[in-house]
């Protein structure tokens, strides 16, 4: 049986790097964009001229009606999931006097509700498949939160007390639930905040206890060794792929 995936928010950034690593791996994978059509076209491109097989999909992970929408075009492409990869999510770099309710909304809806929603549409067709998974993406801000990212620290957080409890929960369905945290990693989600700044590159690489920052291939490796068969029984972890940035 051909091995699926499906990694929500993956036209760009970590979640493309998880896609292309899947798809070499030999996963149908289901890429999945909500604004940027392009750049999903360009991910499912590399991908086939690698020889991978990918399908594209428009997903609005907060919305259940496009969540039901997108499961069920993978039930009637392969009828099975064996991989489902929660990496979804935005940013919003405000403090608590800064950031508006509708901002923290987005994000807080995007991190908590599309974990809630992708895990509960996809859990149908991943039941009692040959290693399934369920990886979710968070940070170490779940656990440390930042000041000046209170939507996305509270996010996070709730997102891994999602997972530790899908951890006791999917277990008997064969499924494993752990989460990788990436740490300070340099893709577009960086536009808005100065992230052509080489100065402010250096420095976070030279606060890093491996002295170089997180790159997307390095969650990407993260995820493959979590799903991986000589991980059979890894369930409710966190996997830190940031070189210890977490410790300091």
Same mark, same amino acid.
């Given at each position: ?14 979640? #493309?790097? @998880? +896609? ?5 791996? /030999?996963?149908?994978?289901? =890429? ?5 059509? !392009? $750049?999903?076209? #360009?991910? @499912? +491109? ?5 020889? /991978?097989?990918?399908?594209? =999909? ?5 919305? !259940? $009606? ?16 064996? =991989? ?165």
């Amino acid at each position: 049986m051909i091995k699926t995936a499906l990694i929500t928010g993956s036209s760009q950034g970590i979640g #493309r790097a @998880i +896609a292309i690593k899947l798809a070499m791996e /030999g996963y149908t994978v289901f =890429i999945t964009y909500f604004r940027n059509k !392009e $750049k999903g076209e #360009r991910t @499912i +491109a590399e991908i086939k001229k690698k020889g /991978g097989r990918c399908f594209l =999909i428009k997903t609005n992970v907060c919305s !259940e $009606k496009s969540v039901k929408r997108t499961i069920e075009f993978i039930r009637k492409k392969t009828g099975h999931l064996n =991989i489902l990869v929660n990496n979804a999510g935005i940013e919003v770099p405000k403090t608590i006097e800064e950031v508006s309710l509708g901002e923290w909304n987005r994000v807080v809806d995007t991190k908590i509700n599309g974990n809630f929603l992708c895990t509960k549409y996809a859990f149908p067709i991943m039941k009692n498949q040959e290693n399934a998974n369920l990886l979710i993406i968070v940070s170490s801000l779940g656990e440390r939160p930042d000041y000046n990212y209170p939507a996305y620290s509270i996010g996070c957080a709730g997102t891994i007390a999602f997972m530790k409890m899908m951890a006791q929960q999917l277990g008997k369905f064969g499924i494993r639930t752990n989460a990788v945290a990436p740490g300070t990693t340099r893709t577009a989600i960086w536009d808005s905040m100065d992230g052509k700044n080489e100065a402010m590159w250096k420095k976070f690489a030279k606060n890093n206890p491996m002295s170089r920052i997180s790159t997307p291939e390095d969650i990407a490796n993260a995820v493959s060794m979590l799903i991986n068969d000589k991980s059979l029984y890894l369930n409710g972890n966190i996997i830190y792929a940031n070189g210890g940035s977490h410790l300091i």
